[in-house]
């Protein structure tokens, strides 16, 4: 396989978002139809997942991902762990993904007694396949705690911040309104201003104004990590796919 053509980083990020949706290599074949990119990556994920199985071995994916089918398939399985926490409270929720979201409900009992603490605004790792509206959608379907009825999922909305002064809490609430939306939730503080809080407005006026002249959505803004190298298994796969 021509390198240039299929990049390591390219396929290791293809295979990883099938599994977080819980696509098997057969059904990623199937899918790819007639794109003859995805139908090389649908050979290399099926040669790669034969080469982890032959070494008795598993990736991070396939760990959340056979714990769901753990889970599915063996109910007596799920109904033990499911004893072994009365409560469960996960945080930054806005940066799980599809399968993690599966197990928390699956443990939770379909989130009976699940306690979810995130901030849509905090969302950073959709590189690594988060997905922030998984958090977005159950906030917007909870009602707030004193309109809910009993035995109703309710939200409670924490916008106090105890940390930061005055003046950045204003600039950052502005550059959210940009960001975001007008509607989005804005932090208050109990802290005074800082003797610096001239110095502090103008870079809020400088964030704002710079904001304000991108034209380009704020999702194409992303953030990078260090090269790492190919899983072994995953370069196997790749050479064994070369002649394909």
Do not use: H
């Not at 990883?16 to 899918?31: F, H, V």
């Not at 309710?154 to 950045?168: A, P, T, Y």
């Amino acid at each position: 396989m021509d390198p240039k053509l299929y990049r390591d980083r390219a396929i290791m990020a293809a295979i990883s978002s099938a599994k977080d949706e819980m696509i098997e290599p057969d059904q990623y074949r199937i899918d790819a139809e007639i794109d003859w990119k995805l139908q090389k990556y649908a050979a290399v994920y099926a040669e790669y997942q034969a080469e982890l199985k032959k070494n008795n071995a598993m990736d991070f994916d396939d760990l959340l991902v056979q714990t769901v089918k753990l889970f599915q398939q063996f109910p007596e399985v799920l109904d033990y762990y499911q004893e072994q926490f009365r409560y469960i409270m996960v945080d930054e929720y806005q940066d799980v993904n599809s399968v993690q979201d599966e197990i928390f409900r699956a443990l939770s009992r379909d989130g009976n007694n699940l306690f979810m603490v995130g901030d849509v605004k905090q969302s950073i790792y959709r590189f690594r396949l988060a997905d922030p509206l998984i958090f977005t959608d159950k906030y917007e379907k909870y009602a707030f705690l004193p309109d809910a009825r009993e035995g109703e999922p309710v939200k409670i909305m924490l916008q106090e911040n105890f940390r930061s002064r005055r003046e950045v809490i204003d600039g950052i609430n502005g550059v959210f309104e940009v960001c975001m939306s007008k509607n989005s939730a804005r932090s208050i503080t109990t802290r005074t201003r800082s003797s610096n809080a001239e110095v502090c407005m103008r870079t809020r006026a400088f964030l704002r104004s710079l904001f304000s002249s991108i034209s380009a959505p704020t999702r194409t803004i992303c953030a990078a990590r260090p090269k790492r190298r190919p899983l072994p298994s995953l370069r196997r796969s790749l050479n064994s796919c070369t002649r394909a």
